[in-house]
């Protein structure tokens, strides 16, 4: 009999076991549908659910569309039908421009504490650029009016705010949760009656397993609430008029008219002796205005003073986002390889210099000439002569360069040239001379 009621256990918790399966899988679409059923259940029959409040039992012979497991499931769910909303996660993210990022920061902490929040992570850098990144937690209530103070500390660079609906996750947690409990508190019945050694060791392992996935929902749950019940402000404050930059792009095109053309785009090819118009366009990338500006090309000793000015001021503040385009007019008598540089001051807002700080660009640029043809001249002919002579010369240094290393075998053979020609002289003399002195 007692073999008899532990297998009758067993089996009633692998059935419990197939069911907490089931729902795990089904829950996202069972959740909202249950939802859905018991509204339009209370809406049918005029009646007031409160948050947290059971389903009503229908009366006898009527909703048989909501049977019993559906009416328990609802019981869960029911909650999240509340008349405080939907389940929100507010999140945001700012950047704002200060002139002092210390005193900036204070006061961000000044404005999260007079609504009730609080600072829950900072990081900050200092040097020539200090930064400040700071992470608050208010109440969904006073999101926005947190969004509208930090907005007010400087100039807001970038704003990047996100909602996000959970509502359908909190009620399949919740749901989740409720069978794991139902299937934890049937182990451990089915635990406290079982007394053989093998059927304890097999509830315990089912039971540790069932209480290891109810924690993990649960915790999944407390994560959820409560990023929906503190939204969070990621507020990171960086120095203004810290990024002075300027850049400076080289255009070319065939002839002159005052710049009217320009910008072109690319490289140049042109005939000898052609008409070039440079085009410089001058960009403030940076944050911050700049005054002083300079334009200088060394190969073509060109300077501010000797070009066109197209559109914009040279002279006038160049502010962020503005762009100034200038044009230098030349005549390209032969390959030319520019290089032009642009540098300038940054100012603040009351157009003063903002101490040690400069920026500059240098950009090169390419004309390309090539000879138009006809009959040769003067020049032509002198050109050529010299390039030939050049050539020969060229061919001469090679030579010698690769005789040289060879020279003693030369010198070599001519000793023994030497040396055998003077034996033979003497050898013939020896012969033809007279012996013992007879005449």
């Given amino acids: 009999m007692k073999r008899t009621s532990i297998a009758a256990s067993l089996v009633l918790a692998f059935v419990l076991t197939l069911v907490a399966a089931a729902c795990s899988s089904n829950d996202e679409m069972a959740a909202p549908d249950v939802t859905v059923a018991a509204a339009a259940y209370a809406e049918e029959r005029g009646l007031a659910i409160d948050a947290g409040s059971p389903l009503p039992e229908a009366p006898a012979g009527e909703g048989s569309d909501l049977d019993s497991a559906t009416s328990t499931a609802a019981d869960v769910?029911?909650?999240?039908?509340?008349?405080?909303?939907?389940?929100?996660?507010?999140?945001?993210?700012?950047?704002?421009?200060?002139?002092?990022?210390?005193?900036?920061s204070a006061e961000a902490r000044g404005i999260v504490a007079a609504l009730g929040g609080y600072l829950y992570g900072e990081q900050s850098a200092g040097g020539a650029s200090p930064t400040t990144l700071l992470t608050f937690k208010v109440?969904?209530?006073?999101?926005?009016?947190?969004?509208?103070?930090?907005?007010?500390?400087g100039e807001v660079r970038v704003q990047n705010v996100t909602t996000e609906d959970v509502t359908e996750r909190v009620v399949d947690?919740?749901?989740?949760?409720?069978?794991?409990?139902?299937?934890?508190?049937?182990?451990?019945?089915?635990?406290?009656?079982?007394?053989?050694?093998?059927d304890v060791a097999l509830l315990e392992s089912q039971l540790l397993d069932r209480e290891t996935t109810l924690e993990t929902l649960r915790g999944q749950l407390r994560t959820v609430q409560d990023q929906v019940a503190l939204a969070t402000i990621v507020l990171n404050l960086t120095e203004a008029l810290?990024?002075?930059?300027?850049?400076?792009?080289?255009?070319?095109?065939?002839?002159?008219?005052?710049?009217?053309?320009?910008?072109?785009?690319?490289?140049?090819?042109?005939?000898?002796?052609?008409?070039?118009?440079?085009?410089?366009?001058?960009?403030?990338?940076?944050?911050?205005p700049l005054t002083g500006l300079e334009v200088t090309?060394?190969?073509?000793?060109?300077?501010?003073?000797?070009?066109?000015?197209?559109?914009?001021?040279?002279?006038?503040?160049?502010?962020?986002?503005?762009?100034?385009?200038?044009?230098?007019?030349?005549?390209?008598?032969?390959?030319?390889?520019?290089?032009?540089?642009?540098?300038?001051?940054?100012?603040?807002?009351?157009?003063?210099?903002?101490?040690?700080?400069?920026?500059d660009s240098t950009v090169t640029f390419a004309v390309d000439t090539v000879d138009p043809g006809g009959l040769p001249g003067f020049g032509?002919?002198?050109?050529?002569?010299w390039s030939m002579l050049r050539t020969v010369g060229g061919a001469i240094a090679v030579s010698a360069g690769w005789l040289l290393p060879l020279a003693w075998i030369f010198v070599l053979v001519g000793a023994v040239l030497w040396w055998r020609r003077r034996r033979s002289r003497r050898d013939g003399f020896t012969d033809g001379a007279p012996l013992d002195g007879a005449a």
């Fill in 380 to 385: 032509d002919g002198l050109s050529a002569s």
């Fill in 77 to 104: 769910s029911i909650a999240l039908v509340a008349d405080v909303g939907r389940d929100l996660i507010y999140r945001a993210e700012m950047t704002v421009a200060v002139t002092d990022v210390a005193q900036a």
């Fill in 242 to 288: 810290s990024s002075p930059q300027v850049r400076l792009e080289v255009t070319a095109y065939a002839g002159h008219d005052s710049g009217t053309s320009c910008p072109e785009a690319g490289s140049l090819r042109v005939d000898e002796g052609s008409d070039v118009t440079l085009c410089f366009d001058v960009v403030n990338t940076g944050d911050a």
């Fill in 173 to 198: 947690l919740q749901s989740r949760i409720k069978t794991a409990e139902t299937s934890v508190a049937r182990l451990r019945d089915l635990l406290e009656s079982a007394t053989d050694l093998e």
């Fill in 139 to 153: 109440l969904p209530g006073d999101f926005e009016d947190a969004l509208t103070r930090f907005a007010e500390l």
């Fill in 297 to 359: 090309d060394t190969v073509l000793d060109l300077d501010l003073t000797d070009l066109v000015v197209v559109y914009g001021d040279p002279a006038a503040v160049l502010e962020p986002g503005q762009d100034l385009m200038l044009a230098a007019e030349i005549v390209a008598d032969r390959d030319l390889r520019t290089r032009t540089e642009v540098t300038a001051t940054p100012v603040d807002q009351d157009g003063d210099p903002v101490s040690g700080r400069t920026t």
